[in-house]
């Protein structure tokens, strides 16, 4: 096993996560390295208010990661089954988001493919996802979701209150940020390719078969 430490980057001001999750400016003038130089001096569980909602900034900058996350993922060129089929974003376990993720990804896209935030109560339905995020679960309910859609294309996102249970991409806290750390291997075990862009904001990477 092999782990590559990452330093972040810390030329990047801090903008307000509104602006960040409205951003729809390349990689390196805003997206990912925005999100990794905010929420610093800051409480994690600052709220975030958006409309009669409220979240924690935590979760805030969790649900901004998650729609940022696709274009630095490959799928397999037959995952969708049409050319403008749903971009599906689930939620497994307790769902930390409230309305803010749905609100969040409102009228955007990977191309064609329109975000669709779907909420799971079981995980067979996970099958049709492309992106799978693991909330608060027991250990052993994270590793049941985890097995319906090992060697499916994938990408699985597991939360900070769930370590250590074999997803792709896992949110730590770091310092007072929300950092994540990859699997490459299970990345490959799915069939998704994830950018080297992506893997250099990585905390760490894991790279054992």
């Known amino acids: 096993m092999r782990w590559v430490t990452q330093k972040s980057p810390n030329r990047f001001v801090c903008r307000p996560l509104s602006a960040i999750a409205r951003s729809r400016a390349p990689w390196w003038r805003g997206g990912l390295f925005a999100l990794l130089a ?48 749903p971009f599906r974003i689930c939620v497994a376990g307790e769902d930390p988001f409230g309305d803010y993720l749905k609100n969040a990804v409102a009228g955007r ?59 792709i991409v896992q949110f730590v806290i770091e310092s007072g940020r929300v950092r994540f750390e990859i699997d490459t291997a299970a990345a490959a075990r799915n069939h998704i390719t994830i950018s080297s862009k992506l893997l250099n904001l990585a905390l760490a990477v894991k790279d054992r078969p």
């Open 38 to 85: 905010c929420a610093t001096g800051q409480s994690l569980a600052q709220p975030v208010q958006q409309g009669a909602a409220a979240i924690s900034l935590e979760y805030a900058v969790k649900a901004t990661y998650l729609y940022k996350l696709a274009p630095f993922v490959n799928w397999p060129p037959s995952e969708f089954a049409t050319a403008d089929a």
């Open 109 to 167: 896209g990977l191309g064609r493919h329109r975000f669709q935030v779907q909420r799971l109560d079981a995980a067979a339905s996970a099958t049709g996802c492309q992106i799978l995020f693991l909330g608060r679960l027991p250990a052993q309910g994270a590793g049941q979701v985890l097995d319906a859609v090992s060697g499916k294309p994938v990408l699985t996102v597991v939360d900070s209150a769930t370590p250590h249970v074999g997803g």
